[in-house]
């Protein structure tokens, strides 16, 4: 693909492509993009896979209604094509082969997820000492690749690509075991379009699913994502770009309410100080987050130093995990609060004022693992975490974990066990330096400069994205693409026929529902 001119959008408004998962995991993410592209004058049409659950579309709504340049829509074309589910289960199980090299085998956890979402016939195969050795293992990896490398890019996808206009194509990837958002910047490229991949989150590069394609360029936040998707990804050194972490400008700026409205409104003390408690979206383990929380309170509330003796406690639940607080009673606490009941995202106005006030007015922040730590690292709180063993899948056993640690100096303090924890944050409370998160901020957050928001640095590279001519792409042809055509429709129907199968009911089932019914007559 050679690019027509080396101008950027300036010369004209741009008409601009975003495909994401859904509107509440990534339009928090995105909104500073967003809105600073429209700002520019271009046009932007969001295609997300799903209508969302948790009411994420209507900001999708609220940011049409408040820019005509902006549209959104939720996008089938991907599950409608029919080399979907052969697609699919070729990608779990290439992801699955991934996880079992030797650079994972201390992130169990990641493994243990690959495996539950991989075919069946390939767990059983692998389920076997001698059928994991490396060989086998490379060998069922290069078959697949094979298979998978003859799957034509989807003709529903290039449809709806087509009938979109757009001069760019913009992906913001849901790396999960399976995913095949790939096939959107494969969609793009056959139509001659430049195409960028926009890394959501700092765990995706080094937790999830390998890129499968090279788009015209990857956009990272820092040089230790740019490293991983070199190392990890095989992407060409050439084409990843630093922009910065977009999705956390707000917090740089951002002005705090009254501490005295915030508290009374959390249900704490003015007069006292507290902690921040952060929820993660965790590993699953033996125990729960929030009971973790609970046993960690218990034992604040025995240190006998002054400057913890009377802390407060304000938990914030991670918006998908909000129903296992709600297990644990809290109330026997005094001072402590769990605010927002069941968590919340903050992406409107309202709520990202709630969100910047319970971590300003805090003396610290604690948490297990959860990219909260970085808005507090930003706000300039103390961030500390005790390794907790029964987390140990959620912490040391995920590469970006010991980044919050390390890179820039580290923002984190991290403990060994509950004693060292209390010495640490009763040392933070007194001090309250911001010094040790200034660098790690200016290093994982803002590398393109600290006072140069990372969205206007994302939107001048997307304009400087070139333009193509529809066309300038040939269209990749696989020799094995024919012969797979009719396995791929035939796989699909067999799937839907096991679907539809599990969804009807059983004898027994059937019978309990039909004595129901006439016990109810």
Known sequence: MTAKTDRTSRDRPLSILLFMRNASGYFRIFAPVLEELLARGHRVHVAVDRADTLGGDR???????????????????LRASPW??????????????????????????????????????LRRLLSHRLTRRPGIVAAAAAVLRVLEDAIPPFDTIRRYVRDKSPDVVLV??????????????????????????????WDNLSSKQLLRVQPDAVFVWNDVQRDEAVRLHGIAADTVVVTGAQCYDPWFDWSPRAREAFCARVGLEARRPYVLFVGGSLFPAATTE??????WIEALRRQDDPALS???????????????????????????????????????????????DSIFHSAAVIGINTSAMIEAAIVGRPVLTVLEP??????????????????????????????????QLAAAVRDGSRARSREFVETFVRPRGIDRPAALVFADEVERLPRREVGDTPERRHLLSP???????????????????????????????????LARG
């Open 59 to 77: 900001w999708l709504e609220a940011l049409r209604t408040a820019q005509p340049a902006f549209s959104f829509d939720v996008n089938r074309s």
């Open 84 to 121: 979907y589910q052969l697609a699919r289960d070729l990608r779990l199980s290439r992801d699955y082969l991934e996880f079992l090299r030797p650079s994972f085998r201390a992130s169990p956890e990641l493994v243990r997820r690959a495996e539950s979402r991989a075919p069946a016939p």
């Open 172 to 201: 913001a990837p849901h790396l999960m075991p399976g995913s095949l958002h790939s096939a959107y910047v494969r969609a793009g490229q056959a139509a001659g379009l430049p195409t960028a991949v926009c890394v959501a989150s």
């Open 290 to 295: 929030a009971e973790f929380a609970a046993t």
């Open 310 to 356: 009377g802390l407060g406690v304000l938990i914030r639940p991670h918006p998908k995990r909000g129903d296992q607080w709600e297990s644990v009673d809290f109330e026997r606490f005094d001072h402590v609060s769990v605010w927002p009941r069941g968590g919340r995202m903050p992406v409107t106005s309202a709520d990202r004022a709630d969100f910047f």
């Open 390 to 423: 029964a987390f140990a899948g959620s912490q040391t056993g995920v590469f970006h974990f010991r980044y919050l640690a390390e890179v820039g100096g580290g923002a984190l303090i991290a403990a060994r066990d509950l004693e060292e924890h209390f010495r």
């Open 483 to 517: 012969a797979l055509a009719p396995i791929a429709v035939g796989y699909a129907r067999l799937v839907a026929h096991r679907r539809r199968r599990r969804k009807a009911p059983s004898g027994g089932r059937f019978r309990r529902r039909l004595v129901r019914l």
